[in-house]
Nanobody, 116 residues
């Protein structure tokens, strides 16, 4: 059974940075892509970044200047660095393991709260 375990969330002040991690129980190279989504209170879950098997990356336009997704295949871990945090980044951040057409697996999420 595939498990994705996110970590690295917490309370941060505006302007600070956080690095989220997603540790997979299987070889992440087996997936078409790995993604990071977020869901703010009362809003739909949205994709913020995706890294494909070969290393190509997509970002949501609104975050591309501040977010950086990366992966370490040897550690089966995907990372999401968020710089210059704003209160609008407050959300639960979810890791995903994806096939070509759908999300196959979700992590349980990690809460990021940005507040002064």
């Amino acid at each position: 059974q595939v498990q994705l375990v996110e970590s690295g969330g917490g309370l941060a002040q505006p302007g600070e940075s956080l690095r989220l991690s997603c540790a997979a129980s299987v070889n992440i190279f087996s997936f078409y892509a790995m993604g990071w989504y977020r869901q703010a209170p009362g809003k739909q879950r949205e994709l913020v970044a995706r890294i494909f098997r070969g290393g190509n990356i997509n970002y949501r336009d609104s975050v591309k200047a501040r977010f950086a997704i990366s992966k370490d295949n040897a550690k089966n871990t995907v990372y999401l660095r968020i710089d210059s945090l704003t209160p609008e980044d407050t959300a639960v951040y979810f890791c995903s393991a994806e096939g070509p057409d759908s999300v196959d697996y979700w992590g349980q999420g990690t809460q990021v709260t940005v507040s002064s």
